[in-house]
């Protein structure tokens, strides 16, 4: 499965992103993760075919993962951005439905990754 995301990009605070990720076949689950300049990666955003979805608290009514599973689409709106926000996002997938609302994301979990798209949120 190749897996690419598109749509980063420079914004200010306050502003608004989509990302978008293609997968090159269907999967059990397609996630969302970020890593900023001197942390370790963390998941961000998950959903699975039935669109059971998952948010770590940091984005949680701030960002939505939109699924279209007919495409092997996975988007994710990102609103009142933060400069917290800036980081590398990557794409994933997983062969297993292992994204569930009440499980934290791991990056161990998914097969597949992107190359990654850099969001900064600068003023």
């Known amino acids: 499965v190749q897996v690419t995301e598109s749509g980063g990009g420079s914004v200010q605070p306050g502003g608004s992103l989509r990302l978008s990720c293609a997968a090159s076949q269907g999967s059990g689950s397609m996630a969302w993760f970020r890593r900023a300049p001197g942390k370790e990666r963390e998941g961000v955003a998950c959903v699975d075919q039935t669109h059971y979805e998952y948010y770590v608290d940091s984005v949680k009514g701030r960002f939505t993962v939109i699924r279209l599973n007919a495409n092997y689409i996975m988007y994710l709106q990102m609103n009142l951005l933060k400069s917290e926000d800036t980081a590398m996002y990557y794409c994933?997938?997983?062969?297993?439905?292992?994204?569930?609302?009440?499980?934290?994301?791991?990056?161990?979990?998914?097969?597949?990754w992107g190359q990654g798209t850099q969001v900064t949120v600068t003023s």
């Open positions: 994933a997938a997983a062969a297993d439905r292992v994204c569930q609302p009440w499980k934290k994301l791991e990056d161990t979990d998914y097969n597949y």
